[in-house]
């Protein structure tokens, strides 16, 4: 059960409710603009405000995690410039006056846990190589609060600040989340553009207008993502992850071929577009905090939550287009 609630717009105010103080509904769904900004290792409320509106209009933040990072400032600025704004300060008044208007209802919602939610199965430990993965029946969650976080596009540490105290296991339990589209409408989307320096994904529709944007990790040094032109080949929800020895990742032990089993925790994440490069792909991850800021086997990889949309919104034979616009730095 969802119950939505209702945000005050304070009209010309700079205000910025404290996010140490008080992290909850209220805070996040009445925060304004501040040209003020908390540490970078603090959640802000206001920042929350802004990385969920941005999901709402599919410009993703990546991991809403109330920290104006990388990620965040990409989907802003993406924002910026699709609304023909000044886009060297982010955010600025205009911007969140725009995104407010664009955003719709409120950015914090009650949440009702589900007997699914806590159903399980879940995995004591992920493990962190490969090798380790092949004998699992399912690479599926770690834990209730690792899944919800997840369904609802938040950092876990997030989802903690906003229930004190709560565990997250149990069904029945009353729990704020991020008011993201749990169902969005397909896309109509007729291209891809796969920006390899500056780390960012954009669907086009057939007409050439930015449908979404999604931050990204792609490729690495080591194993390069291809240049130019390619299709879309396959789209497979839930895939299994087949390792071939002749990518020789240097994390890999196994000098044979095996297959890890689905889940959202697979190195493939819970979805997979192949492209028309042996190998390669747009998919999600089992580390969504580390979209942007860590390096892929070649592949492009986003969060589960924005593989999935744009997995649901493809047909075979869509273009997808690797470019290199000059002047982006690719951080790590």
């Known amino acids: 059960m969802i119950r939505l609630f209702v945000a005050t717009i304070l009209s010309g105010a700079l205000l910025l ?31 929350v405000r802004i990385q969920i509106l941005l999901d709402r209009i599919r410009f993703s933040p990546g991991e809403i995690d109330g920290k104006l990072g990388e990620n965040a ?49 879940f995995l004591e430990k992920l493990p962190a190589k ?3 993965m092949k004998s699992l029946k399912a690479l599926g969650y770690t834990s ?22 709560k565990t997250f296991d149990k069904a029945g339990e009353v729990v704020l989340v991020a008011n993201v589209r749990e169902k969005p409408a397909k896309l109509a989307i007729g291209r ?10 954009k669907a086009f529709d057939a007409a050439g207008a930015l449908v979404a944007f999604f931050p990204a990790t792609v490729g690495s040094e080591e194993k390069p993502t291809p240049t130019g032109s390619l299709k879309v080949v396959s789209v ?30 697979n190195p493939a994440g819970s979805f997979w577009i192949g492209l028309s490069s042996e190998g390669i ?27 999935g949309l744009l997995g649901a919104s493809v047909k075979k034979g869509t273009q997808v287009q690797f470019v290199d616009v000059s002047g982006s730095a690719k951080k790590r």
């Open 192 to 201: 891809i553009e796969v920006d390899k320096s500056g780390q960012t994904v």
């Open 130 to 132: 490969m090798d380790d």
């Open 17 to 47: 409710p404290a996010a140490a103080a008080s992290l909850d509904a209220a805070a996040v769904n009445n925060a304004e603009y501040s040209a003020e900004r908390a540490a970078d290792d603090r959640i802000d409320a206001a920042v």
């Open 281 to 307: 792909g747009i998919h999600g991850t089992a580390h969504p905090s580390k979209i942007s800021k860590a390096e892929s086997h070649g592949c492009v990889r986003l969060t589960n939550w924005d593989a």
């Open 236 to 265: 497979h929800a839930n895939p299994h992850y087949r390792y071939n020895p002749d990518y020789k990742f240097k994390s890999v032990k196994s000098k044979k071929a095996f297959t890890i089993k689905p889940g959202p925790n």
């Open 144 to 165: 209730p609060r690792e899944a919800l976080a997840e369904k609802f596009h938040m950092s876990e540490g997030l989802l903690a600040a906003l229930n004190p105290g």
């Open 73 to 121: 400032e990409k989907a802003l600025k993406a924002f910026a410039e699709a609304k023909g704004l000044a886009s060297d300060k982010l955010p600025n008044q205009e911007i969140w006056k725009a995104l407010v208007e664009a955003g719709e209802g409120a950015a914090i919602t009650e949440y009702t846990i589900s007997e699914k939610d806590v159903k399980g199965p």
